[in-house]
């Protein structure tokens, strides 16, 4: 499997011996760098479509007697640019504190604020400390939290993780055609008499830079497998372990199928740049030849 006859015997050639496993080693880093940007960036779009765009104003325990929230939310639907406003029932509320504080707290009596959730219209901006000093004229110590205003810090650390996280992934795909250029320029000195007597035979270039891209093609094939493999068992790993946890927020460890298409991306990738490495760098050392 992954061989093929070849006119330069490329078995003879040690110098090989280690792309496979330098292949492998890439593709294996390289791919869990991308899933971590495909899981950064899912979690972002996540919290960019149910947060963004909405507020939620709490009013204590102690302050929601009679018609307050009938008040409320009747003041809230006058506010310009509110195009729902939805009064959360309390188990939805205590099953929001339930990542964070765990259900025998939550459960044991806890006093929960109750919530009033507002949508606002997409691309419309309400000044939270106006609408609060309008809404505590009916509940003094009423609460008006803007997701916007924390949650766009938190984007925009996500954003420079899954940045660098490319960043990585490039700084790899370079170190890949380094190995490629390495292994095939000391190929093509091992094997120069060789070559010499197939150019005397009449072999062109582009033939003798074939011959170095199908063996790049088998090598990194090789590694490429071993080291997707490698990647997906992790992967699987951490989606299974990952299944426990129920933090908020916290961008879920598992991988979608798109997600799953997409690293196969990296290995094909990984084969591609060996590939044309090799042809270029043959056809290039070639033209140099007298």
Do not use: C
Request: proline share 5%.
């Amino acid at each position: 499997m992954f061989s093929r006859h070849s006119d330069l015997p490329f078995e003879r050639d040690q110098s090989t011996r280690f792309l496979p496993w330098i292949v492998a080693l890439m593709v294996f880093l390289g791919a869990l760098m991308f899933a971590a940007a495909l899981v950064v960036s899912d979690a972002v779009d996540t919290w960019d479509s149910s947060l963004t765009g909405r507020m939620t104003i709490q009013i204590p325990e102690n302050e929601t007697p009679g018609d307050t929230i009938p008040k409320l939310t009747e003041a809230l639907q006058t506010v310009k640019d509110i195009t729902s406003v939805r009064i959360v029932p309390d188990a939805e509320a205590r099953a929001l504190l339930i990542p964070w504080l765990g259900e025998g707290v939550v459960e044991s009596g806890l006093p929960i604020p109750s919530l009033i959730d507002v949508e606002i219209d997409a691309g419309s901006r309400i000044d939270p400390v106006l609408l609060q000093a309008r809404l505590a004229e009916i509940a003094p110590n009423v609460a008006v939290n803007d997701h916007r205003a924390w949650l766009s810090a938190l984007i925009d650390l996500a954003r420079t993780a899954e940045i660098l996280a490319f960043a990585i992934l490039a700084l790899i795909a370079s170190a890949a055609v380094v190995a490629v250029i390495f292994t095939t320029q000391s190929g093509l000195a091992v094997h120069a008499a060789i070559i010499e007597l197939l150019h005397q035979m009449g072999a062109r270039d582009s033939y003798i830079a074939s011959q170095f891209q199908l063996q790049a093609l088998m090598l990194s094939l090789r590694g490429g497998v071993a080291g997707g493999a490698a990647a997906v068992i992790v992967l699987l790993f951490f989606g299974w372990i990952g299944r426990g946890i129920d933090a908020a927020f916290l961008p879920s460890l598992s991988l979608s199928l798109l997600d799953w298409i997409f690293l196969l991306l990296v290995p094909a990738g990984a084969v591609t740049i060996a590939m044309l490495t090799a042809r270029v760098t043959v056809l290039r050392t070639l033209a140099r030849m007298p």
